[in-house]
């Protein structure tokens, strides 16, 4: 019976990804017998992902070496084969695998390295978007300065880590020995803003409290819910932060929203 094209595509994919024979016997041996062909196709296939997620993750490559990421790329690749044509979204699942995979149990803070290098690529890629004028939420009287709801930039991620990641993937792609000698692994959790501002990829440490505060305003809670939850944020400069670095697109009054979101 012949196959669907549907059931030859699947099969394609088991083949190059879970190295399925099955599909051997439905293409055509023509000098070339038809396991080599596949493996050919899952040769390059493989080099193509790799090289994908090197590009994505060059500090977490440089710490475990090229070897060792490309072992640990096939076991990923396996595991999260790439469900769409576009490379920039693969490997958003890399972090976790990390936390899970074995083999690189021995650096305890690779997985926090690979969820910054992430956010980073999110921030380099995202769709571009107007930030807010500041003009017209200057102009919103004082009764509804607590009614204000923000949008955040899409490039904007917000990232709670247990390890410097930030300082170690510097150290590490600046090559520097001393600056990675001198982190200090224990020196408590992180939290980070990241995101393309004006002048480009940046990411900033926050405090815990002004992470918390800012994720609630990412989250379409309104600026007096966030004041009221943390009050002891400066709200007001850490409000003026995010607007001149370009962290929100929009901003809106809460009696303007769907009712699910006011």
Request: hydrophobic content about 45%; glycine content about 4%.
């Amino acid at each position: 019976m012949q196959p669907k094209l549907r059931d030859v595509q699947r099969a394609f994919g088991d083949a190059i990804y879970a190295d399925d024979t099955r599909l051997a016997e439905h293409v055509i041996d023509d000098g070339i017998a038809a396991a080599d062909r596949l493996r050919i196709y899952r040769n390059t296939a493989f080099s193509v992902l790799t090289d994908a997620l090197r590009l994505v993750y060059p500090a977490v490559s440089r710490l475990v070496g090229m070897e060792f990421f490309d072992g640990a790329a096939v076991f990923f690749i396996r595991r999260y084969p790439p469900r769409e044509a576009y490379l920039g979204n693969y490997g958003s699942e890399f972090a976790k695998f990390l936390t899970g995979f074995k083999p690189a149990s021995s650096v305890p803070y690779l997985a926090d390295v690979a969820r910054f290098e992430w956010a980073l690529n999110i921030a380099a890629n995202a769709l571009d978007a107007v930030a807010i004028d500041p003009s017209p939420l200057a102009a919103i009287g004082p009764a509804s300065h607590s009614a204000v709801c923000f949008v955040p930039h899409p490039s904007l991620s917000l990232l709670n880590l247990q390890f410097p990641a930030d300082v170690i993937a510097d150290a590490v792609m600046a090559r520097d020995d001393r600056a990675m000698a001198a982190i200090d692994l224990d020196s408590g959790p992180v939290w980070l803003s990241v995101h393309r501002g004006f002048d480009g990829v940046e990411a900033k440490r926050l405090s815990e409290t002004e992470w918390h505060f800012t994720e609630l305003l990412c989250a379409d809670r309104t600026l007096g819910e966030a004041i009221s939850a943390y009050p002891h944020v400066d709200a007001a400069k850490l409000l003026a932060d995010h607007l001149l670095r370009g962290r929100f697109s929009r901003f809106s009054l809460a009696h303007d929203l769907p009712e699910e979101l006011s």
